[in-house]
């Protein structure tokens, strides 16, 4: 049942400015929202710093630990905490157009304060100087303890978040049964079940690895136990950034865009292959790894190529969406209806753009993930190029334009400085492309990534990149221009916007919905498909851990990085 | 399910790429043996500079002629920081640290591996003539940027080849 049917609807006679009673999760759903944006903000200056200093060029208080330093937090805050949090907030709202409210709204409460408690705990070693380790951590590069314990109290936090999910989806089924729920709700469950089964293996690495043994309860760690647990997360971790950017693609935007969906029963399809397929994967982040054999890693190659079907079904779905919505809106011939897409609509031309970039970002992924190719690229600039196409635009950006759409309606105010949110998609689209470009060429190059200065000594062969990074750094400056942007105008929206009635959530029609709605079908199952994803983890890890666990480890113990 | 032709034909096309991916993928492992450094062997790292494995770093040649270089990693440096190798021939590197994960990258070709602590990495490649920088590429503390070596690579024919080892290292 949806939140319309149970509350009674504002009459037509009552003046806008009379605001409806706010709906139960909102302030939750706020709350998240608030921590997203702050966290974007401080990893977006970082960002610019670095862009800066890997040019090469001299800024006040540039040195090399400043630099490691804010790599960290830039990816801690950006990887972990802005995504998360603006994905939680996300699931409430979707949870609670489903069901009118969200389960256990007290739980969720705690669970939110004790995943900021962490975020705090985390990032504030990281701004002492205690924990220059990257947000990938790879022991024996030793942080503070407490950047461990944070980080495992905002998963710990996140779980509560895709129990109440799951829960929410639950109740959605029980009270139509026989109904499929909304794509949204579908969506939000399938990332849910996805985030549980990815992160224990992080879970793992920090409760019986990290933890205690920055604790120095244990003297030594194996580093390649700790790097596979890591990615058997890392990878799906990514479609967890991605799946509710593909949520909004399918049940927001071609509503916005003034069409309707596709094939909807082809995106329920494309979710619960997401969960299924996630994460029996990660070895193809550990090709140039020694301890594991190549046949596990040829293994884990083929699974990552099938998860391109369903990302490229979504291309398919989400861009003949889009033309549907050109031509109603009056576009003709075989291109005339992408000149009609309504391009200043701050969520449209957000999705756009960033599905622009992660049309190169994807195919960049396919070379990434290409058992031969991946030595000539792995852990150059190429790298970091890549996934700010995918993870830094086409999940950022769908986010920033999910926020103009949302925030609204979370807080009964009126976006604020709509210009610079018509703007600062346009910039991101600019920063980005010249910042990736130019770090994909750059890592063909041979640039590594992750690296303070460029020169080498002065080696001949680094200057080649000389004029790439410099480009790179004006994309920097670009793109830090249009987060402060993004940050302004949520400020204003959520502290001084107008106080007006919010047209409510309603998601993306669907073409083609046969008389008398769907009827719940085997891609609906999520418990099952589950369960197959548990199976298909098992048969992928199961021998390369035991095999890793009967070699003859010696263990490291920690290094500070400074 | 209801499915438009269209849709029908976009993913029989994506199957049929897909179909290519795997079998050019395979037909290259398994045809061609083309792997990722994928070499299964462990070490203690706190000891490695004086076990017989990389006690003497650098190039040597095995009693059957084949080329080999022996390359420890520490914060920041290779050892050895220079290294002649001979043009157009197989080289197997054998990597590990003594202290944290480094990434052993010879820029601009394919030859890289991450170089753990515990373990040895093994990789046979071979080079064109010329002068190569050899980067560290995974972030190892303060110094990072400024861990490197060089590389000369001469024609086979220039270059001194050291003393044939008596007896396998291995």
């Known amino acids: ?17 009379v605001l409806p009673r706010e709906e139960p999760a909102n302030p939750l759903i706020r709350a998240n929202i608030w921590v997203a944006v702050l966290a974007f903000g401080v990893a977006a200056a970082m960002a610019m710093m670095q862009a800066i200093s890997r040019a090469n060029l001299e800024l006040p208080y540039r040195s090399a630990s400043m630099y490691y330093m804010s790599v960290t937090a830039h990816g801690v805050l950006m990887a972990l905490v802005f995504t998360t949090f603006f994905i939680m907030a996300l699931g409430y709202a979707v949870a609670q157009k489903e069901n009118g409210s969200i389960p256990w709204p007290r739980f969720s409460w705690a669970m939110f304060w004790l995943a900021l408690a962490g975020v705090v ?28 314990i944070g980080l495992t109290l905002l998963v710990v936090g996140s779980w509560g978040w895709a129990a109440s999910m799951i829960v929410a989806w639950r109740r959605a089924r029980a009270a139509n049964p026989g109904r499929p729920v909304s794509l949204a709700m579908h969506a939000t469950a399938a990332n849910a ?20 043994w920055s604790l120095g309860l244990v003297k030594t760690v194996d580093p390649m136990l700790a790097r596979t647990l890591f990615w058997f997360f890392g990878h799906p971790l990514v479609y967890f950034w991605i799946l509710p950017a593909y949520a909004i693609w399918y049940t927001v935007l071609p509503r916005e865009a003034g069409g309707k969906l596709f094939s909807e029963p082809l995106g329920r399809m494309v979710f619960t292959l997401f969960l299924v397929l996630s994460t029996p994967v990660g070895l193809h982040h550990q090709f140039q790894d020694p301890g594991i ?30 033309e549907v919505a050109g031509r109603l809106r009056g576009g003709t011939g075989l291109f005339g209806w992408i000149r009609t897409l309504p391009w200043g609509n701050p969520l449209v031309s957000s999705v756009l753009l960033g599905c622009l970039l ?46 103009y759409w949302l925030v609204p309606k979370v807080s009964g105010r009126e976006l604020e400085l709509k210009l610079l949110a018509k703007v600062q998609p346009y910039l991101w689209f600019i920063g980005m492309a010249l910042f990736s470009f130019t770090g994909h060429i750059a890592g063909l190059q041979g640039l590594p990534r992750r690296v303070f200065a460029t020169s080498f000594g002065d080696a001949a062969q680094a200057h080649a990149w000389q004029t790439l990074t410099s480009i790179s750094a004006l994309g920097g400056v670009i793109l830090f221009t249009s987060a402060g942007f ?9 502290l001084a916007g107008e106080r007006r009635a919010q047209p409510p959530i309603i998601w993306a029609e669907s073409l083609g919905e046969p008389p008398g709605g769907y009827r719940t079908g085997l891609w609906d199952r999520l418990g099952l498909w589950f369960v197959v994803a548990v199976v298909l983890v098992a048969i992928a890890y199961a021998i390369p851990l035991w095999d890793l666990l009967h070699l003859t480890r010696y263990g490291s113990p920690g290094f500070k990085p400074f | ?17 897909l179909a290519l991916f795997f079998t050019s993928t395979a037909v290259a492992a398994l045809g061609h043996q083309i792997h990722p450094p994928s070499h299964v062997e462990t070490i203690p790292p706190g000891q490695a500079l004086s076990d017989p494995r990389f006690r003497r770093q650098g190039v040597s040649l095995d009693q059957r002629g084949r080329v080999h270089a022996r390359v420890v990693g520490l914060m920041f440096t290779w050892l050895p920081p220079e290294m002649t190798l001979p043009a157009d021939t197989p080289v197997t590197f054998h990597l590990t640290s003594i202290d944290v994960i480094h990434g052993f990258q010879i820029v601009r070709t394919n030859g890289q591996s991450m170089v753990v602590p515990g373990y040895v990495s093994q990789f046979t490649t071979r080079f064109a003539a010329g002068e190569y920088l050899i980067a560290c590429n995974e972030y190892c503390g303060v110094g990072h940027h400024t861990m490197a070596a060089k590389l000369h690579v001469v024609p086979a024919s220039q270059w001194k080849s050291p003393a044939r080892e008596v007896a396998d290292v291995r």
Do not use: C
């Open chain 1, 358 to 403: 992660f049309l190169v970002g994807g195919f960049g992924g396919a070379i990434n993930a290409a058992y031969a190719l991946n030595s000539v690229v792995h852990n150059t600039a190429w790298i970091a190029a890549h996934f700010h196409l995918t993870v830094g635009s086409a999940a950022a950006l769908t986010f920033m334009g999910a926020a």
């Open chain 1, 486 to 494: 993004f940050v302004l105008v949520m400020l204003g929206t959520l």
């Open chain 1, 121 to 148: 705990m985390a990032i504030g070693t990281v701004f002492a100087f205690k924990s220059s380790v990257l947000y990938t951590f790879y022991p024996p590069l030793q942080a503070h303890p407490l950047f461990y």
């Open chain 1, 293 to 322: 054999p190549a046949g596990w890693k040829l293994f884990h190659t083929f699974n990552t190529m099938i998860i391109s079907f369903p990302s490229l079904v979504t291309a398919f779905t989400i861009v003949a969406s889009l």
């Open chain 2, 1 to 17: 399910m209801n499915i438009d032709l269209y849709e029908r034909i976009w993913m029989w096309g994506v199957g049929v790429v």
């Open chain 1, 1 to 17: 049942m949806s939140a319309d049917a149970v509350k009674p609807r504002i009459s037509v006679e009552t003046p806008s400015r």
């Open chain 1, 193 to 212: 079940m996805l985030w549980l089964l990815a992160t224990m293996g992080v879970a793992a690495e920090m409760l019986f690895l990290l933890i205690p």
